[in-house]
């Protein structure tokens, strides 16, 4: 269990939306840090960024020198977490990758800060942070699983476009361009369509239930994340998931409408217990809707519509939505790297 | 049983939207009526409408006559269906109601054309048209259900504001320029409330899981509505359905994820089988995602996403989605008048 007093930290992708936040969170929650590098593709390199610990020069992850950092903030996609991580592994770096490459590795422990913090000192140079549909639900979820064992969670997702980056966002905004002068026909069924293939269909006015990349089972790569990520980070592989993952023409935050069955039957009572005094949420009254807009820019997730399931008895039915960019990916990566500093 | 050769024709709810709907699609199918009135609240009485049936000038429905009419299109809301239907009825004529007022009621048939049309001839002056979000369900999920008993049907939707009428319409408009000028706002969680309360939260750049109105079991009337309405329209009282409902920024179409486990085990093969040739649907393989605005304006409901459950196994999987304005309401609304005609 490697811990450090006053770590020297690297943020790897530090001008990618993600990387903005955790920059922002680290700076917000005065992270005790000595030495800041921010770290980011050849085409980001270069460019000087102003922070709490002074002006910083983007580095070149190409060439960046892997020595002399002790945490490495990772997101910057799968393929440059496979190729980069690793070599700041074995100069001693501890390294939170917010990618999906190493999340389902036996080594690397996959962390929900506040959920099961105790699995990030058994890690090997990488710890994990989940996917973001999957934080937001398990702090909603993993309350109720702790107290009565989940055994079938329905989650369908509502995942804002900047889970796609700043790319996604630019997407959304430029189809609302494109549309803005025809509302008319998209109610009739007379539209062009909009330029860019980021999505499998337009997103602006619109929703598209296919979310990340379809595999040979019918469901998608973001999909089966959820059914994997959940079992493994609630430490039961029995769980049964029913995935689906829609994108929905929203900025930021991402809202999961899920049903829950346990072990046993859990009564709203209970419900109403567990998840009022689960850390890092907030739990809404039918008095108050939670929706993404009201999720963006905050740490806490906001759980409501909390209710028994009226089908099969027993069982709890909510709607949880978090900033996927902050507890979804950026806040997280922090909250792992400050259970790594004594 | 009774029919009509060439029945006199009222729409009442002349000038809403699905009102207009109805207007548009009569004329587009030919509908053999004889004479058409159309009926309004007293605000829009007056106008006149070019029709294919010449101009028409809009009746005020608290001062309209009731007699010689033969089928009365209802899409006016519930109360005025609660106040003034019975009086077409008592007159001898046929109404269609597309309000929730009368939907549950034993001897008002609930019928979607093309899944339960023989329920239709059993009535006592009073036909309903189902909701428009369950209405698009069904056209999915009938035709599983009566090959294989659906036992358990969990559905979570993504509804488009014209669900609300055309109050919606401009509600989503009005809330776009609104935070046109905020965009970043929405990314950080700084942000003014729009004007209007027609929804709980801020439906632009958002989605709001409540649709319709709480009730106290903690389910809103319009979740209560896709559980009830699905056992009286499919039959069965035991059928377990699990409703969220969600109001997304979307124009027209409803969107319904459902997960649907069945008396036995269907497979992927007969899912395709039965759903590729179920009448006013089209099935879309992987290499088509089926959304909203895919389906404005056309008379078919598109099925998409389709796979074999994940979790529980023996289940389908599926999206599907509709334009809420046609299938969901008024081109099932004609299309019911259309089997009342010999």
Redesign the interface.
Known sequence: MKTYREPRVAIVGATGAVGTTMLAILEDRGFPLTDLRLISSARSAGRVIDTKWGSVEVEDLASADARDVDIVLFSAGGARSLAHAPRFVSCGATVIDNSSAFRMEDSVPLVVAQVNDDAIFDHAGIVANPNCTTMVAMMAVAPLHKVAGMR???A?T?QSV?GSGQTG?AQL?SE?DHFAGN?EG??????EEPEGDLY???IA??????AGS?TA???TDE??KL?NETRKILGRDDI?????C?R??????H?I?A?MWFDRPVD?DEAVAVLGSAPGTQLWD?TK??????S???DDVLI?????????RG?I?L?V?G?N?RKGAALNAVQLAELLVE
């Not at 006015?205 to 296919?210: A, D, E, Q, R, T």
């Not at 409501?304 to 099969?312: I, N, Y």
């Open positions: 079938t969670l329905i369908t509502y900047s966002m905004a609302f509302i998209l109610i009739c069924g007379r539209w499998a269909r337009p006015y619109n929703v598209v239930p296919l379809l089972t019918g469901y999909e089966l059914v049964a998931v029913e995935p689906t829609v929905v023409p929203v900025m930021v935050g809202g409408a049903s709203l039918d809707v939670p929706t993404p807009i009201d963006a820019g905050i409501g519509r909390l209710r028994e399931t009226v089908g099969h069982g039915s709607f939505v900033d960019l």
